[in-house]
């Protein structure tokens, strides 16, 4: 398997646009997690969904983020308006149902907001 | 809710030095708890993990010990290289929650030849 897939890798935008973020989980997988890093903050949980449905938006920092989940291989994370302060690498992880799992991360997407 | 705390970085360290880094966690259930390790441009890998109450977790000369008393997990290695040099998270999973993973902040670790 080629483990989570995201894209793009590197992103550039200008203040104002919109962003679309993708994710591909590993098949099979029912979990799938978008964290976002900052050096402030640190490792961050925004949204995650178990068999397509999100469970825990909470941390979802405002409505100007929204996620989507449309099928079991394919995930969207989206900021629009974006800003400055969103700049971020964001990760996607996935993992199988049940106890003791652990997640499997992408290599994530570096978001840059001018 | 639940958190985890770990120490705060930066740690600089000598080749085939011994490593600690603490962590302690808070939590209302029995969760599992993980080491994962973050190498510079690439996404999160587990190091090793434990499940339950006195499990030692190991791998690639890492270990940790789960330890309920203390609510710790603290990860050690007897002598690091300088390919150890990353990023380490602790983190836990709420087994009878939701299953997501709550992180540390996370300890740079630097080894120098």
């Known amino acids: 398997d080629a483990g989570v897939i995201q894209s793009p890798r590197h992103e550039v935008t200008e203040m104002g646009q919109e962003v679309t973020l993708r994710c591909k989980p590993i098949s099979g997988h029912n979990s799938l997690f978008w964290y976002r890093q900052t050096m402030m903050r640190g490792l961050e949980l925004l949204i995650y969904f178990n068999n397509n449905v999100p469970i825990d938006d909470s941390g979802m920092p405002e409505d100007r983020f929204s996620a989507k989940m449309p099928n079991a291989s394919f995930s969207t994370l989206k900021i629009q308006p974006s800003e400055p302060r969103d700049s971020a690498v964001y990760f996607c992880?996935?993992?199988?149902?049940?106890?003791?799992?652990?997640?499997?991360f992408g290599q994530g997407t570096r978001l840059t907001v001018v | 809710g639940d958190s985890v705390t770990q120490m705060e970085g930066p740690v600089t360290l000598s080749e085939e030095a011994f490593l600690t880094i603490n962590c302690t966690y808070t939590?209302?259930?029995?969760?599992?708890l993980f080491w994962y390790v973050q190498y510079p441009g690439e996404g999160l890998q587990l190091l090793l993990k434990a499940t339950k109450a006195d499990d030692k977790g190991s791998n690639k000369g890492f270990e940790a010990t789960y330890r309920k008393e203390t609510t710790s997990f603290h990860l050690e290695k007897g002598s690091v290289q300088v390919s150890d040099s990353a990023v380490y998270f602790c983190?836990?999973?709420?087994?009878?929650?939701?299953?997501?993973?709550?992180f540390g902040k996370g300890t740079k670790l630097t080894v120098n030849p």
């Open positions: 983190a836990l999973s709420d087994q009878g929650g939701s299953e997501k993973l709550v």
């Open positions: 992880a996935s993992s199988p149902q049940g106890a003791y799992t652990e997640a499997f």
């Open positions: 939590a209302t259930g029995y969760p599992s």
